[in-house]
């Protein structure tokens, strides 16, 4: 069985950092395309950004662009978005999936209703 589990999230004031992980579990794969999300209350899901399983190729949105990075761990299962520069705008449920259609050599989906495992999702909440 596939598991996605999340950590790190909180409480943060403006400009401060936080990291959240992500680090899939189960079978084996040779590769999938790991995506990050967020929702605030009231408003649609909204895609942040995705890595590939090796973590050679990036995307972002253009709304995080510069403040936010996506960046593989030691294992190639786990990765991270690193977020900086927050601002209460930032605040929601912070969420990773993955894409197990996704190769390599494969641009990672933006559309939530491409990823096939979702995390369980982290609030990061950020004070003025």
């Known amino acids: 069985q596939v598991r996605l589990v999340e950590s790190g999230g909180g409480l943060v004031q403006a400009g401060g950092s936080l990291r959240l992980s992500c680090t899939l579990s189960?079978?084996?794969?040779?590769?999938?395309?790991t995506g990050w999300f967020r929702q605030a209350p009231g408003k649609e899901r909204e895609f942040l950004g995705a890595i590939t399983w090796s973590g050679e190729s990036t995307y972002y949105a253009d709304s995080v662009k510069g403040r936010f990075t996506i960046a593989r761990g030691n294992g190639k299962n786990t990765k991270y978005l690193q977020m900086n520069d927050l601002k209460p705008e930032d605040t929601a449920v912070y969420s990773c999936a993955a894409d197990m259609d996704s190769g390599e050599a494969s641009t990672p989906a933006h559309n939530a209703n491409e990823y096939d495992y979702w995390g369980q999702g982290a609030q990061v909440t950020v004070s003025s």
């Open positions: 189960g079978r084996a794969f040779s590769s999938y395309a």
